[in-house]
C-alpha cells in the first residue's frame, strides 16, 4: 500500500495545553452484570446482518455484532479508560477542547499526530492494542470486502482511538489523514446511535451520505475513499440497548493500519 505524506493537519504543532484527563462515568443505572466473554467469538457468524455499500469502498454491516459481543467490549474499555493512559478530553492545537473523549491504543493520537506515549496528559506510554481487536478489525475487513480481498490480505492493524461521545457531543467534518497507510479504516459503534455523515475525498461541504449507526453496526472504508470527510454531527439519545455498560452516549473504536 503506498504511503502517503503528512497532512497539513499534522504539521500544525499541538496545544500547549495539552488535553484534560476524564473519568469514566457509571453506567446507566438499568445495566446488567457484564459479561466476561472472549473477544474472539466475535463477529456474529450466521446472524450478521445486511451487508450495504453506500459509496466505493465504504461499506455498512448492520448488527455485525450480537449484544453479548457488544458488552465484552464494553466491560474491555472500561479497562482501557484507567490511567496511565487513560481517558481524555483531547485538544486541538487552536486550544479548542473537543467534546469526545478518547482512549488509544496501539499508538496515541494526539490531534494531529501520532506517539507512543500519552504527550498530552501524563505522558505514560500508550497500552497496546490488544490482539482480539485486532482480529475483531481482521475479520472486519475480510467481512467488508471478502477474506481472499486485497484488503483483507494485507491488512495489518496496529491502533484504535476509542471515543466516548457523552449526551450533545458531536465529531466535525475530518479526514483521517495522519497515517501513511491507505489500509482500511475499521469503526465498531456501541450504545447510542448517532448520523455518521460522509462528504467527499477532497471536500467536506455538501451533499452528504448520512447513515443512521446502531449499536453493533460496522462501517469500514477504504479506497477510493479511505481519507473521506466525514464525522459525527448528533446523537439519539436514549437508543442504545439495555445493558451494556455504558454511561448515557455512544462509543466508537475506530482501528487502524497506521504504516508508521
Known amino acids: 500500500m503506498s504511503p502517503n505524506a503528512p497532512s497539513l493537519r499534522a504539521r500544525m504543532g499541538r496545544s500547549r495545553l495539552g488535553g484534560v484527563p476524564a473519568a469514566l462515568p457509571a453506567a446507566l443505572p438499568s445495566a446488567k452484570r457484564q459479561l466476561a466473554l472472549a473477544l474472539d467469538a466475535a463477529a456474529g457468524g450466521k446472524d450478521r446482518g445486511h451487508r450495504e455499500m453506500c459509496l466505493p469502498g465504504v461499506v455498512r454491516i448492520a448488527e455485525w455484532l450480537d449484544l453479548e459481543t457488544q458488552r465484552a467490549l464494553v466491560a474491555r474499555f472500561r479497562e482501557w479508560a484507567l490511567p ?88 466535525g467534518l475530518h479526514q483521517d489523514g495522519e497515517e501513511p497507510s491507505d489500509a482500511p479504516v475499521v469503526t465498531i459503534s456501541l450504545g447510542d446511535s448517532c448520523m455518521f455523515r460522509l462528504a467527499g475525498v477532497g471536500r467536506r461541504t455538501a451533499p452528504f451520505t ?51
Open 84 to 171: 496511565p493512559a487513560g481517558l481524555r478530553h483531547p485538544r486541538v492545537p487552536s486550544g479548542h477542547l473537543m467534546s469526545v473523549q478518547s482512549v488509544c491504543l496501539g499508538w496515541h493520537w494526539t490531534p494531529y499526530a501520532y506517539s507512543k506515549t500519552a504527550d498530552d496528559t501524563d505522558g505514560a506510554p500508550v497500552k497496546p492494542l490488544p490482539e482480539e481487536v485486532a482480529d475483531l478489525a481482521r475479520s472486519a475487513v475480510a467481512d467488508a470486502y471478502g477474506p481472499d480481498s486485497a484488503e483483507a490480505t494485507r491488512y495489518a492493524p496496529d491502533a484504535a482511538i476509542v471515543n466516548l461521545y457523552p449526551p450533545g457531543a458531536r465529531l
Open 210 to 260: 448520512d447513515l443512521e449507526l446502531r449499536s453493533g453496526d460496522l462501517l469500514v472504508f477504504a479506497e477510493p475513499n479511505r481519507r473521506i470527510y466525514h464525522g459525527v454531527p448528533r446523537l439519539l439519545d436514549g437508543t442504545a440497548p439495555a445493558g451494556l455498560g455504558l454511561p448515557p452516549g455512544r462509543l466508537s473504536i475506530t482501528v487502524r493500519e497506521t504504516g508508521l
